[in-house]
């Protein structure tokens, strides 16, 4: 009887230790983990600081990664100072090898190698820009900017306040946004006076500082009194107009007026940052590429940055307001 009873335990305890087990299996699994954070990687010719082209993408995602949460749920990467276009070509493969959802390679220079690398990784998003060609991949996305616009607005504002009748203009490739701005620049200066004066320089590159505070220094000598021009190397030509002392500084791709607070007129602001929510929407859904972009006055995408810290006369600032409606309802055109 007691051999019986011990048995019965026996038999009992087995049964509920293996009831308890499996139980116990079953909670630990592990639990689903947190969604994985999206990821962005962004490959640019100059710094992250330029006060320039880089400056404006960097910004946008930053405001994109407090928009979603945090590093937690956006993370995100970048290459600097990528001149060399075949490093920035190695670098743009290695972010897609490595997982990153998004690559971004931020110059116009950039184009030969999205075209090659994004076949490879075909569902990886990339955009490139500034350009509109998404060479027919579908993974594939390009952007550029309407710079003409506000090119065309600080040369009304440029014609407008310069105290001598001549400017000076310093550009670096004549391509892209570079030479767009430029032209708008040119057309709204003609706006207002069409035989004032304007003397353009093409540096040959954009990242060559010495050589653009050359040519800013040329115009200035020849009697200009308001400068412009583009490219993160434009920070020569700012330097130069402050050493002048009484020289005009328009400014575009991002605001410049803290590099010269006296003389810094406005500065056309690309946002990116409708562009960005728009391809991370669209990757959600299922959309990899396919689609151009254009920053515009009109969609926000291009703003203009009055700066405060230097007094606009109110009829010279109407009449740049002006030119800012007649942009955005089709009235002007900003280039010829």
Known sequence: MKLTRILMAFVLFALIGATAFATGTKEAAPATGAAKPLRIAVVMPSSTTDMAFSQSMWQALQIIQKEMGGASALELKYSENMFIVPDAAAALRDYASQGFDIVIGHGSQYGSSIREVAPDFPETVFA??????????KNVYAYTAAAEQGGYVNGVLAALLTKTGRIGVTGPVEVGDAKTYIDGFVNGVASVNKSMPISKTWTGSFSDV???????????????????????????????????????????????ASLAPNLTVASQVYDWTGMLRDIIANRKAGKLGGDAYILTIANGGLKIAFNPGFSIPADVKAKADAAITGIKNGTIKALP
């Open 128 to 137: 490139w820009g500034t350009d509109v060609n998404n060479f027919g991949l």
């Open 210 to 256: 010495a050589l653009m505070t050359a040519a800013a220094k040329t115009h200035i000598a020849n009697g200009a009194g308001a400068l412009t021009g583009s490219s993160q190397s434009v920070v020569g030509s700012i330097g130069a107009a402050k050493e002048a002392g009484n020289v005009l500084w328009f400014g575009t791709q991002a605001d410049q």
